[in-house]
């Protein structure tokens, strides 16, 4: 079967985008305390389903590596990846901070590194306090009310549970016969559409649905990869959000078509998605293997890192095949 599942009445109160109001940020049909949306359409029993049934033996790493110069948001102000070393063998016995003096120091060869980076740099989750409207996020949670001086105490990646799901392929560059889309190629209803129709496959509420562009195919080379990049339109992201997706991914940096088409919104999809629909966004997903073993269902399974408060977090999610 092809397309998206009937949606029962009482699935569709459950879905966000129904209710909708443009522009607006949504309260949430999980009731006033809600900070994860749609994460919530995954029901215990679905993630045992996916699991019962999932080949272990055929995981899928989907995230990518993190490096220093890799591709990021150093263009919008952000801090770039930056890793080094706070001890090293040779520096330990010079040092002896643990004085414990040369003899032992040669012994043991003591290595530590530590990291510093914007927290939406590599394959990572969008929390729902990324991005809202007028000051507000995702079921009403005001700025004013809910930032301390360092983070958000609403909707942040700590929030997030582990996802086990049914995770869905939408092969948007193979629907176009293409290695990489068009620079700037929105991602619409009917490309959707005519994925799930090609790959004969069915999106039901709950899924994971993962977006393939081909732009990793340009990764690590900064340009190529984040200039004009292909990726969802807003028809494209109600579609989805209407469907019941819990996550939404792609293999970009920006998850939507950059730069987009309204000129009073330059993240369209973003607001749309996290502040709207209630719809937690993934980007920098690796789908190239999925796409060459044609994998278009899979389990998937990640969880985020729980840093408190944060808009994003790193994310290391894996597919796995479905046995029948």
């Given amino acids: 079967m092809c397309g998206p599942a009937l949606i029962s009445e009482a699935t569709r109160n459950k879905i966000a985008a129904y209710c909708a109001e443009f522009r607006e940020v949504t309260r949430s049909p999980f009731g006033p305390d809600d900070e994860i949306g749609m994460i919530n359409l995954i029901t215990p029993e679905a993630s ?4 019962s049934r999932a080949d272990g033996g055929s995981v899928i790493d989907l995230s990518v590596d993190y490096f220093v110069g890799m591709p ?3 263009k919008a102000g952000d801090p770039n990846f930056q890793q080094w070393m706070t001890h090293t063998p040779a520096g330990t016995v010079l040092d002896d901070i643990t004085g414990v003096g040369r003899e032992q120091n ?5 290595s530590g590194d530590a990291i510093s980076m914007y927290t939406h740099c590599g394959t990572h989750i969008d929390t729902l306090n990324h991005f809202g409207y007028n000051g507000k996020i995702w079921n009403g949670f005001s700025a004013e009310e809910h930032i301390s001086s360092r983070h958000w105490t609403k909707c942040g990646a700590e929030k997030i549970p582990p996802i086990i799901a049914r995770g ?6 193979a629907l176009y016969d293409t290695d990489i889309l068009p620079d700037n190629h929105g991602i619409g209803a009917d490309d959707l559409r005519e994925a799930m129709r090609r790959q004969n496959v069915e999106f039901r509420p709950g899924d994971v649905a993962l977006i393939r562009t081909g732009r990793m195919r340009a990764w690590p080379a900064i340009d190529a990869y984040i200039d004009n990049s292909p990726g969802l339109n807003l028809e494209g992201a109600e579609f989805l959000a209407r469907m019941g997706a819990s996550v939404i991914g792609g293999d970009t940096l920006a998850l939507e078509q950059m730069p987009g088409a309204d000129e009073e919104n ?3 999809v973003h607001t749309y998605l996290l502040g709207e629909a209630g719809v937690p966004i993934m980007e920098v997903v690796d789908c190239e293997q999925i796409s060459a073993e044609r994998l278009y269902e899979f389990a998937f399974v990640a969880a985020a890192m729980k840093l408190r408060g944060a ?5 290391r999610p894996l597919a796995m095949p479905l046995r029948p």
């Fill in 72 to 74: 990021s948001w150093t």
């Fill in 266 to 268: 330059w993240q369209v």
């Fill in 106 to 110: 040669e012994l043991v060869s003591y």
């Fill in 48 to 51: 045992r389903e996916v699991l």
């Fill in 168 to 173: 869905v392929l939408f092969d948007i560059a």
């Fill in 311 to 315: 808009t994003g977090a790193p994310m």
